[in-house]
C-alpha cells in the first residue's frame, strides 16, 4: 500500500490498522536540538476523545505515547523519530457479521476490490479515524517547531448539521475556549447545541457531519513552492489525508467565483510599517505563496458512514442485494474528534515548508 508518507524535508510516514496491535508514524527531517518528550504528545492525545462519551464512540483509549528513536538527552538528534501508541480497546465482533456487506459511504468496497479481499476490515482498517493519532503525533512535533517562531495553528468547529457559529475569534479566544466543550467550539453557547444536534442524530440511527475552520497565524511571506508544490496545494493534499474529509478552501473559497475582483481583492494597506490586507478573502495565500496574513483554511467533513439505520447493500459473497444496520462503536458525528488532527495535517504541511524555505535551519539554535 504505496502512499503513506507525506512532505519534502519534514517526512512524515504513519502505518498501522484500527485494530491492529499499535498505531505509529516516523517523522524524519526534524531539526536536531528541538526539546522532545513522551509527555509533549500526551496533551494533544488527550485532547482527541471529548469526555462527553454520549456524543463519541465507546471505545476510548488512553494513548500513551512512546517515543522509540531520534531523541537523546531530551533532544532531537537530526536522525528519524519514530513513534507509537499500542491498540488496547478494540472488539472485533462487529466486524465478523458484516465483513461481506460493505457500509454504504465507508472505504469497505473499494478496499476489498483493490486489495483483493487481503485488507483488514476490522474497524475500518487503514481507513479508520484511529490512524489519525499517527498524524496528531506528527503534528504535536511540528507544533513544536512551528511555535519556536510563534506560528500557531488552531482549528475549531465551526458547524454541525445545522448548527453553527458566524463569530470571528482571535487566537487567544481559540486558545482558551475550544477544547472546553465538547463539539470543539469557541463559541461555548453554539457548542452545547451542537452537542444536542449530535445525541439527536445518534438517537434516530443516524450520524451528522460539519465544518472545521483551521487558522495559522504569524506565518512569513513567501513560504510555498509553486507551481506544484504551491502551499495552498499541499495542505489540501494533506488534509484529504483525514478521513471524512470532503472538501477544503481557503479564504473566500467557492464563495470567491461569485464575487467581481474589486468586491474579492484584498487591498493592501500598511499597518505599523507592515504590509497587511483590509479584508482576508485569499485566505493568507497569493501564488501558492503565503501572504504573510493568516492562513484562513474551511474544511467540510461528511456524516460518519456507519449508521443504525438500515440502509441497502451487497452481500458480496452471495452477490445478492441485502440490508445493512451497523452495530458496533461508532462516532455520531467524527467532527470534533477531527478539529486536532486538521490542526496537525495543516502543522506538518507547514514546517515541511518553512525547512524547506530555509525559515527553519537544520539544527536550532538553544531557545
Ligand atoms: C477521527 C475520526 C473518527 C471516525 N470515526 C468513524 C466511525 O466511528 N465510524 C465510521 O463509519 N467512520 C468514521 N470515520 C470516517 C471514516 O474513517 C471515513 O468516512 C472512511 O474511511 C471513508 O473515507 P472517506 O469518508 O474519506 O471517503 C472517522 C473519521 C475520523 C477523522
Redesign the pocket.
Known sequence: MAGNSIGKEFTVTTFGESHGKIVGVVVDGCPAGLPLAEKDFQEELDR?IPAELKIV?A?VEKDVAKILSGVFNGFTTGAPIALMVENKDTDSSDYEAIKDLP?P???DYPARVKYGGFNDYRG?GR????V?VALIMAGTIAKKLLNRYDIDVLAYTQTIGNVKTDKKFSSQEIRKNKYAAAARCPDLACSEKMEEAIVNARKAGD?LGGIVDCISFNMPVGIGEPLFDALDADLAKAL?A?????GVEFGAGFRAAQLTGSENNDAFLLKNGKVVTSTENAGGILGGLSSGMPIMIRVA??P????AKEQKTVNLSTMQNAALS?KG???PC?VP??VP?IEAAVAITLADHMIRSGFIPKVLKEH
Open positions: 482527541r464512540s471505545r457500509r459511504g465507508h472505504s475500518g481507513f479508520s479515524g484511529r489519525t450520524s484529504f483525514v478521513p471524512a474529509v470532503k467533513i461528511k460518519t458512514p456507519s449508521i451497523v462503536r461508532h462516532d467524527v474528534k477531527a488532527a
